[in-house]
């Protein structure tokens, strides 16, 4: 049984940061992609960060792009976002996701097939 288990959200003052983890059990971790998705309330879960299998190539959202770093421990089987210069507007649930190990790494939700349950991140002005 997969089972993927975010933690490290919070509310923070904009302008601050926070590391989010998620620790990924029940599948073969280092063979996956895995993503980071977020969603506001009465808007459509998007697209924040990716990582390959091997963590050699990243991609993000233009929105968080330059602010937010995703990175993994295929070791420990986790993998990490870190946000800093937050805005009010990153102010979300986020969700950490893996899709079938031969999907190289993508932005499209509809790819992922395990998801976590989610971690608050808000953000004060």
């Known amino acids: 049984q997969v089972q993927l288990v975010e933690s490290g959200g919070g509310l923070v003052q904009a302008g601050g940061s926070l590391r989010l983890s998620c620790a990924a059990s029940g599948l073969t971790f280092s063979s996956h992609a895995m993503g980071w998705f977020r969603q506001a309330p009465g808007l459509e879960r998007e697209f924040v960060a990716a990582i390959v299998w091997s963590g050699g190539s990243t991609t993000y959202a233009d929105s968080v792009k330059g602010r937010f770093t995703i990175s993994r421990d295929n070791a420990k089987n986790t993998v990490s976002l870190q946000m800093n210069s937050l805005k009010p507007e990153d102010t979300a649930v986020y969700y950490c996701?893996?899709?079938?190990?031969?999907?190289?790494?993508?932005?499209?939700?509809?790819?992922?097939?395990?998801w976590g349950q989610g971690t608050q991140v808000t953000v004060s002005s």
């Open positions: 996701a893996a899709p079938p190990p031969w999907i190289r790494s993508n932005y499209n939700r509809n790819t992922y097939i395990y």
